[in-house]
C-alpha cells in the first residue's frame, strides 16, 4: 500500500499564489505516474496535471501556463506550484499515484481544499 499525504492548500485571492505538496509512504518502490485531480461543488473529479518518474509532463488546458508539476524522487514528493489562480480553480484538489508493481493502485490523498476568492 501506499499512503498519499497532501499539504499546502488554503484561501487566497484572485491572482494569487499557493503550492500544494504531497508526500507518499510505505511501498512507494515503483511509483510511476504522480499527479493531481481536482473536484469543485456538484462537478466531476478531473485531471490537473501528472508527471511520470522520468519527469515527463501533463496538464489539463485550463491550467497550461499557470500551474506548475513537479517531483522530488529521492523525497517520493510531488509539489504543484499555482499562479494566476482564478475563482473556477476553487475544489478540492487530490494527490494520486500509480506503482508500476503489483499492487499499482491507483492511490489517492485524502484530499485540501483550495478556496480562490473574486
Known amino acids: 500500500q501506499v499512503q498519499l499525504v497532501e499539504s499546502g492548500g488554503g484561501l487566497v485571492q484572485a491572482g494569487g499564489s499557493l503550492r500544494l505538496s504531497c508526500a507518499a509512504s510505505?511501498?512507494?518502490?515503483?511509483?510511476?505516474?504522480m499527479g493531481w485531480y481536482r473536484q469543485a461543488p456538484g462537478k466531476e473529479r478531473e485531471l490537473v496535471a501528472t508527471?511520470?518518474?522520468?519527469?515527463?509532463?501533463n496538464y489539463v488546458d485550463s491550467v497550461k501556463g499557470r500551474f506548475t508539476i513537479s517531483r522530488d524522487n529521492a523525497k517520493n514528493t510531488v509539489y504543484l506550484q499555482m499562479n494566476s489562480l482564478k475563482p473556477e480553480d476553487t475544489a478540492v484538489y487530490y494527490c494520486?499515484?500509480?506503482?508500476?508493481?503489483?499492487?499499482?493502485?491507483?492511490?489517492w490523498g485524502q484530499g485540501t481544499q483550495v478556496t480562490v476568492s473574486s
Open positions: 508527471i511520470s518518474s522520468g519527469g515527463s509532463t
Open positions: 494520486h499515484a500509480t506503482r508500476l508493481l503489483y499492487p499499482v493502485g491507483p492511490y
Open positions: 510505505g511501498n512507494t518502490f515503483s511509483i510511476n505516474l
